[in-house]
C-alpha cells in the first residue's frame, strides 16, 4: 500500500511541476523577450519537444533498468536543472537575451537551455511510470489509461495552481523555490525504498531541497536601487528609486517616474496627453486605458480645476503599486476599474470627452486594442466633439506604430500627431471634426496656456506637430481579423538593432 501511494505521488507531482514550470516560464522570459505570440510560441513548442523526448528515453531507460530508484535519480537531475534556473535564472536569461537581441530565435534557445532539460527529464515518468505498474499484458490499456489520466490531473492541478494560486501572490524566486523543493522531494518519494544503495541520489536531492527551501521561504534581498518586485500573471512590475525619484518598469520597459517630494510626473510623454485640449478645450471627463503610474490622469487633476479622470487596467498589481509606491491617489469622483479596456467599454454605458489609450506591458500592446473594431468602440463612447489619444512609444520609427497611426486615420475625421520633445516618443490625437492648421492649433494653445500651468505649454507642444513620413498605402490597417501586431514590434525592434 505505502509503495502504492509513493507510486501514485511520483506520477501526479511529476506532471503538475512539468506544467506549472511550463506557465511560470513565460514569466521568467517576459522580462527580457517579451510577452508575445512568439514567446509563447517558443515555450509550447520546447515542452512539447521536451515531452517527445522524454517520453522515447524513459521508455528505453525503463526497459533497461524497471525500479523506482531509477526514476528517483532522473527526477532529482531534474532536480538539479530548477535549482539552476533558481540560482543564475535570471542572469542567464538577460545575457541571452542581450546576445541575441531578444529575437524569437533567442526566445527558442532561451527556452531550450533553462526549461528544456528539466522537462525533458519530468517527461520520463510517464513512459516508466507504465512499465513499472505492467503485470498483465491483458488489461495493459487499462493501466496504462489510469496513469496517463493520473498524469493529466496532476498537470491540470499544476496548470491551475500555478496560474492562480502561486504567480498572483508570491515573487518570481519563491515559486521557482517551490517547484525546485517540490521536484526534489518527489525524487526522495521515490527513492525512499533504497536510500541506502541511492544514497547519492539521496544527498543530491537534500542538498537541492537545501537550497530551494530558503529561496522559498525567506524574503528576497533587493539589489541596487530595486525596491520592490512582483510577478503577476500578466507582466514583472519593478519599483526602483533614484535621486528623489521613483519609476514603475513593465516587463524592464518604464512606464512611470514620480518625484516623490510633489508627485509630479518625471516622464516627458504622459504631459502630452494634455494636448488633447487643443482640439476641444471643454474637456471635463477623461478615462485612461492603462493605468501605469496614474501619470497622465494626475497632470491633468493638478492643473484643470473640476476634472474627472476614470481609469481602466486589466492587472489589479499595476493599482495596487501605484498607490502603495507612487504617490497615486484617484480623485473623489474618479473611478479606477480594474477589467480589460475593450470589455469595459462594451459593458459601460458611460461617455467621456478624451480618451486616452496607452495600454502597453513592456513592449507589447495587446491586438484587440489596436484595431478598427476598438476605435468603434471607443467612437461610441466619446461625447460630440470628443478626442482620442494615444501615445506611441517609439514615434513613427517602426511598422507598429506605422500600421496604429494608419488604424487611427481610418476611423477618425482629423488625426494630428506631435511629437514629445526630448523622448522617441509620439502622441496621436484624433476627433470627428475639421481639422485645424498649425497656427489655429498655436494659437489655441496659447489662449490655454495663459488659464491653466502646462509644462510643456501647449503652444509649444502645438508647434512640435509632426510630419508624416512613410507611404501609408503598404501599411496595414489593423482589425480584429488580421493584427500581427507582435510581428510588427519585433520587425521595429529587429530595425532599431540594426541602426549604429
Not at 204 to 219: D, K
Not at 399 to 410: D, G, I, K, L, W
Not at 431 to 446: F, I, K, Q, S, Y
Request: hydrophobic share 50%.
Amino acid at each position: 500500500m505505502v509503495y502504492r501511494l509513493r507510486f501514485y505521488w511520483v506520477v501526479a507531482a511529476g506532471g503538475a511541476i512539468l506544467m506549472a514550470l511550463e506557465i511560470l516560464s513565460s514569466r521568467v522570459l517576459a522580462p527580457h523577450f517579451g510577452n508575445s505570440v512568439y514567446v509563447w510560441g517558443s515555450i509550447i513548442s520546447v515542452f512539447l519537444g521536451a515531452l517527445s523526448v522524454g517520453y522515447l528515453w524513459g521508455g528505453w531507460l525503463a526497459d533497461r533498468e524497471p525500479s523506482m530508484a531509477a526514476l528517483g535519480r532522473l527526477i532529482v537531475l531534474a532536480a538539479v536543472f530548477q535549482a539552476i534556473v533558481l540560482l543564475a535564472g535570471s542572469r542567464l536569461t538577460a545575457w541571452l537575451g542581450e546576445i541575441t537581441g531578444g529575437t524569437p530565435a533567442g526566445t527558442l534557445l532561451a527556452a531550450s537551455v533553462l526549461f528544456g532539460p528539466a522537462s525533458v527529464l519530468l517527461a520520463t515518468v510517464s513512459p516508466y511510470a507504465v512499465r513499472l505498474a505492467a503485470r498483465d499484458l491483458g488489461v495493459l490499456g487499462n493501466t496504462a489509461g489510469r496513469l496517463y489520466a493520473l498524469s493529466t490531473l496532476g498537470s491540470l492541478a499544476g496548470t491551475l495552481g500555478c496560474t492562480f494560486g502561486l504567480i498572483p501572490f508570491l515573487e518570481l524566486r519563491q515559486i521557482i523555490g517551490l517547484l525546485t523543493a517540490a521536484t526534489a522531494a518527489t525524487a526522495g518519494v521515490a527513492l525512499a525504498g533504497s536510500v541506502r544503495r541511492q544514497a547519492p541520489a539521496a544527498i543530491l536531492a537534500v542538498l537541492v531541497l537545501a537550497v530551494a527551501i530558503p529561496a522559498a521561504f525567506l524574503p528576497q534581498r533587493l539589489a541596487g536601487d530595486l525596491i520592490y518586485e512582483r510577478v503577476t500573471p500578466y507582466q514583472t512590475l519593478e519599483v526602483r528609486e533614484r535621486n528623489g525619484v521613483r519609476t514603475l518598469e513593465s516587463d524592464r520597459i518604464r512606464q512611470a517616474a514620480v518625484r516623490m517630494s510633489d508627485g509630479e510626473s518625471m516622464l516627458l510623454y504622459p504631459r502630452y496627453a494634455a494636448a488633447a485640449w487643443l482640439l476641444k478645450p471643454d474637456v471635463r471627463r477623461v478615462l485612461v486605458i492603462g493605468l501605469g503610474g496614474g501619470n497622465v490622469g494626475s497632470y491633468l487633476r493638478r492643473r484643470i480645476p473640476g476634472l474627472t479622470v476614470d481609469y481602466v487596467d486589466i492587472d489589479p498589481a499595476v493599482l495596487e503599486v501605484a498607490r502603495r509606491f507612487l504617490a497615486f491617489h484617484a480623485g473623489p469622483a474618479d473611478r479606477v476599474t480594474v477589467a480589460d479596456g475593450r470589455n469595459f467599454l462594451r459593458a459601460s454605458p458611460q461617455s467621456w470627452d478624451f480618451i486616452y489609450c496607452d495600454a502597453y506591458i513592456g513592449l507589447s500592446v495587446p491586438f484587440h486594442l489596436t484595431t478598427v473594431q476598438f476605435l468603434d468602440e471607443v467612437k461610441r463612447h466619446l461625447t460630440p466633439g470628443g478626442v482620442f489619444g494615444l501615445n506611441l512609444s517609439v514615434g513613427l520609427s517602426d511598422p507598429f506604430s506605422q500600421a496604429m497611426y494608419r488604424t487611427v486615420r481610418e476611423r477618425f475625421r482629423s488625426v494630428y500627431l506631435l511629437s514629445v520633445w526630448g523622448a522617441p516618443n509620439s502622441e496621436v490625437l484624433a476627433a470627428d471634426m475639421p481639422g485645424l492648421t498649425p497656427a489655429e492649433l498655436v494659437a489655441r494653445g496659447r489662449e490655454l496656456d495663459r488659464r491653466w500651468r502646462f509644462d510643456p505649454p501647449l503652444a509649444a507642444a502645438a508647434a512640435r506637430r509632426q510630419a508624416v513620413s512613410f507611404e501609408e498605402a503598404s501599411v496595414p490597417v489593423l482589425s480584429d481579423e488580421f493584427a500581427p501586431v507582435d510581428r510588427l514590434i519585433q520587425l521595429g525592434v529587429a530595425q532599431r538593432a540594426k541602426r549604429p
